[in-house]
């Protein structure tokens, strides 16, 4: 079975710029979750989707958003971009509703110029 | 509000000794803890769990231990050996958290040889 696959690996952008990232869950999972880990600061909650639906949201401005498709892929953006969004992205998935053990892509690191 | 609070940044063992890795919770809806283990440039992995109900679990050279009336969980590694070198989350989840799962900051550990 294949693994959490995230797209691009890397992204280097510049202030002001959006940016979309890309998600695709480990097949039969419907759950998806978004991190932002930077360092010392762990990885910080962003948004958990579950068919298609948005059941929780951290404590992130509205410039980060997300969606999941009906095949369970998902895509995080982010509009306008600051400094402080440099980090790496990561994307888990779960088989169940969720609250259970996470399936994490090998991330996409973000570069902010 | 960190409500998954790893305080030691990092842990330096001598192979073959035991590692012990502490994580306090504040919030006590949380039923469900986790241990993810990462690397440089990949994503977490999971490596061991145990639900609120109980107090121990096992999994080879890996034992977690949960206190919930001091809401305080640790990881235990027995032997300690240089493959483990790596960064440790600590996780927790709940029901009436909507199932987000919520990481601690992580605690670098370094096995030497």
């Known amino acids: 079975k294949a693994g959490v696959t995230q797209t691009p690996r890397y992204l280097i952008k510049t202030r002001g710029q959006q940016v979309t990232l890309s998600c695709s869950p480990i097949s039969g999972h419907r759950s998806v979750s978004w991190y932002q880990q930077t360092p010392g600061q762990g990885l910080q909650f962003l948004f958990e989707y579950f068919s298609e639906t948005q059941r929780n949201k951290g404590n992130f401005p509205g410039r980060f958003s997300g969606r999941q498709f009906s095949n369970s892929r998902s895509e995080m953006n982010v509009s306008t971009l600051e400094l402080g969004d440099s980090a790496l992205y990561l994307c888990a998935s779960s088989a169940g509703p969720g609250g259970e053990k996470l399936f994490f892509g090998s991330g996409t690191q973000l570069s902010v110029l | 509000d960190q409500q998954v609070k790893q305080n030691s940044p990092s842990l330096s063992v001598q192979e073959g000794r035991i590692s012990i890795l502490n994580c306090d919770y504040t919030?006590?809806?949380?039923?469900?803890f986790l241990w993810y283990k990462k690397y440089p440039a990949e994503g977490p992995t999971f490596l061991i769990s145990?639900?609120?109900?109980?107090d121990k679990n096992e999994d080879g050279r890996f034992t977690v231990f949960l206190n919930k009336s001091a809401k305080h969980l640790s990881l235990h590694i027995v032997p300690s050996q240089p493959g483990d070198s790596a960064v440790y989350f600590c996780a927790a989840s709940g029901r009436t958290g909507g199932f987000k799962t919520i990481f601690g900051a992580g605690t670098r550990l370094f096995v030497k040889a």
């Open positions: 919030n006590s809806m949380f039923d469900y």
């Open positions: 145990i639900s609120s109900i109980k």
